[in-house]
């Protein structure tokens, strides 16, 4: 089956670091992907993983690990529009059609 | 960016009608296009894959006569919720995927999201 866990919420400290966890199990596996999701907006691209290792992306970073079913996001300087739920999605095998499949969410509350 | 428009932003209907969402890639060419579903506070979830010109495919637990999913071209796709109840306030979202940009990581845009209240 295909499975994704996510933390529930995270609060951190304007200025601060936070690394948001990701683990899944699904079949078959094509690249992660993470989401940014402000209130009542549809989700906004942050970064992609496919191979092992750490992207950096400005005061993005996303890391990942295929053999150990794990990945993290990472947010340095945090600001207080960081405030939004995080997204993990997974990208099946390339015969279903690239459908991501969603963790739950992770919301993040940035306080001064 | 790739851009992806969906119309209308927010719909509020009668129990028993039907409501129609378009879905559109506006610079781009979408072969395939996902519409989703989210409930308040939580994930994304994917209810059918649309294919031009073929049958969409849903997702298990989807019921397929109830959410009609048409994309006759390539830049549209529709999802259509017939007889609509109010379990069915949700939020939908649909996302398209460029096949000639290349990027290959960026592949799929989201649309803003269209609110359903059905009362």
């Known amino acids: 089956g295909q499975n994704i866990d996510q933390p529930t919420e995270m609060t951190a400290t304007e200025g601060a670091i936070v690394q948001i966890n990701c683990t899944y199990q699904?079949?078959?596996?094509?690249?992660l992907f993470w989401y940014q999701q402000h209130a009542g907006e549809a989700p906004t691209f942050l970064s992609y993983?496919?191979?092992?290792g750490l992207e950096e992306k400005g005061r993005f970073s996303s890391f990942l690990s295929r053999s150990k079913g794990y990945s993290y996001l990472l947010l340095k300087e945090l600001q207080m529009k960081d405030s939004a739920s995080y997204l993990c999605?997974?990208?099946?095998?390339?015969?279903?059609?690239?459908?991501?499949?969603f963790g739950s969410g992770t919301r993040l509350l940035v306080r001064p | 960016g790739a851009v992806v428009s969906q119309h209308p932003s927010w719909v509020i209907c009668k129990s028993g009608t039907s409501v129609k969402i378009e879905c559109r890639s506006l610079?781009?060419?979408?072969?395939?296009m996902f519409w989703y579903r989210q409930f308040p506070k939580q994930s994304l979830m994917l209810m059918a894959t649309?294919?031009?010109?073929?049958?969409?495919?849903?997702e298990q637990g989807v019921e397929k006569d109830k959410f009609l999913i048409n994309h006759a071209s390539l830049t549209l796709s529709t999802l259509t919720v017939t007889s609509a109840h109010p379990e069915d306030s949700s939020f939908y979202i649909c996302?398209?995927?460029?096949?000639?940009?290349?990027?290959?990581?960026?592949?799929?845009?989201f649309g803003p999201g269209t609110r359903l209240l059905v009362l």
């Open positions: 996302s398209a995927r460029d096949w000639a940009s290349g990027r290959y990581q960026e592949t799929q845009y």
């Open positions: 699904t079949s078959g596996f094509n690249g």
């Open positions: 993983n496919v191979l092992d």
């Open positions: 999605a997974v990208r099946g095998r390339v015969d279903s059609s690239y459908k991501l499949i």
């Open positions: 610079d781009f060419q979408a072969t395939t």
């Open positions: 649309s294919n031009e010109g073929s049958k969409a495919t849903y």
